[in-house]
């Protein structure tokens, strides 16, 4: 009927836009541009939650984690991105869910040898 397919509407137009953001929100990050890839990493959340997108609501999470890692606080990223990983493992399990999990824990390590190079810089 009309609603059925203006709820449907609304909806494929949701996820387009948390996509988009969610895309936004990533490109910003690697142009060192953090207050905006925040601001369009959260509202891609924002938008994911409202569509019941549990699995790409994580994966935003995991790049709002990574943005830490990329400032170079390799602590608040190890910490961020672990408590990220626990969102994924309690996704269901799936093919995108174990590429997700791979990429936290890629990102991890990252922040790992982050870290240790930091402290190891600063004992010197």
Not at 27 to 52: G, P
Not at 64 to 80: S, T
Not at 89 to 95: D, G, N, R, T
Request: net charge positive; charged share 25%; glycine share 4%.
């Amino acid at each position: 009927t009309i609603l059925a397919c203006a709820i449907e509407r609304k909806a494929r137009y949701s996820v387009n836009r948390a996509t988009s953001r969610h895309q936004l929100g990533l490109i910003e990050t690697r142009r060192h541009k953090w207050y905006t890839a925040r601001h369009h990493l959260l509202a891609a959340q924002a938008l994911y939650k409202q569509v019941q997108n549990q699995h790409e609501f994580v994966s935003a999470e995991n790049a709002l984690a990574y943005v830490a890692v990329v400032q170079g606080d390799y602590e608040r990223g190890i910490r961020e991105l672990t408590n990220t990983l626990r969102m994924a493992e309690k996704l269901p399990s799936s093919s995108a869910r174990r590429r997700l999990i791979k990429t936290i824990q890629k990102d991890i390590a990252e922040a790992e040898c982050g870290l240790q190079a930091q402290t190891a810089k600063g004992e010197q």
